[in-house]
């Protein structure tokens, strides 16, 4: 079952406008992490920011801002006045002390494209 | 710089052959990982392991094998049992053991002709 949903598949948007990236996640755990990367077309996964599960408070870094809803197993990602750069595939993910060590667990991507 | 480095970045093989992903790490990190993505479906793990000459089946083993004789290195050998290797394999290491944020290298696009 998939634990890490993140239901839009494509999103465009114009330069400037505000855009949502929707993450939600399934988990019986109480201790557990949530991530946030990026992919831009070279491939490689980038590091945008890892929340435990006891800290809701909210993160803004720059034009990024986060936020964590334990309520609605909830972790969204908002990129304010959108740029050209920020067009990559963004993916939401999940560790847990599970049977896997502390892999991550993926959702689907959400592939941003940010028109001039 | 410390990092991951995985080699070669474009890999042809042909139907039948096994062929080996290298992913090195000079981050002194304990674990290290192996995903593999297509197209719309994320990443899946294919194997990890914590420690050296020590590795764990992932969600999609089947047709893989990996070693982990040093720390800095965990190759990935896609045999000729996997039916679709076609595919876009990430390497990834994390400190551990607790649950920081894995390092992923640039990749490796494996093709099958």
């Known amino acids: 079952a998939q634990k890490v949903t993140q239901a839009q598949t494509e999103i465009s948007v114009v330069e400037k406008e505000d855009v949502t990236l929707d993450c939600v996640y399934e988990?019986?755990?109480?201790?557990?992490?949530l991530f946030w990367y990026k992919q831009p077309p070279s491939g490689e996964l980038v590091f945008l920011i890892r929340?435990?599960?006891?800290?809701?408070q909210n993160e803004i870094s720059g034009r990024y801002s986060w936020n964590f809803q334990k309520s609605t197993s909830s972790f969204n990602f908002t990129i304010t006045a959108s740029q050209v750069v920020d067009s990559a595939v963004y993916f939401c993910?999940?560790?847990?002390?599970?049977?896997?060590?502390?892999?991550?667990?993926f959702g689907k991507g959400t592939s941003l494209l940010v028109t001039p | 710089d410390g990092g991951i480095t995985q080699s070669p970045k474009y890999l042809f093989r042909k139907e039948g052959q096994n062929v080996t992903l290298s992913c090195e790490q000079n981050?002194?990190?304990?674990?290290m990982y192996w995903y593999r993505q297509d197209p719309g479906q994320g990443l899946r793990l294919i194997y990890y392991?914590?420690?050296?000459?020590?590795?764990q089946k992932g969600d999609i083993a089947e047709g893989y094998s990996v070693s982990r004789e040093k720390k800095e290195s965990f190759p990935l050998t896609v045999t000729s049992a996997q039916k679709n290797p076609t595919a876009f394999y990430l390497c990834?290491?994390?400190?551990?053991?607790?649950?920081?944020?894995?390092?992923f290298g640039q990749g490796t696009r494996l093709t099958v002709v």
């Open positions: 990834a290491s994390t400190w551990g053991p607790v649950n920081t944020e894995a390092f």
């Open positions: 988990t019986r755990d109480t201790t557990y992490y």
């Open positions: 929340r435990n599960s006891f800290d809701e």
């Open positions: 993910a999940l560790s847990e002390n599970s049977n896997s060590g502390y892999a991550l667990n």
């Open positions: 981050l002194n990190h304990d674990a």
């Open positions: 392991s914590q420690i050296v000459n020590d590795f």
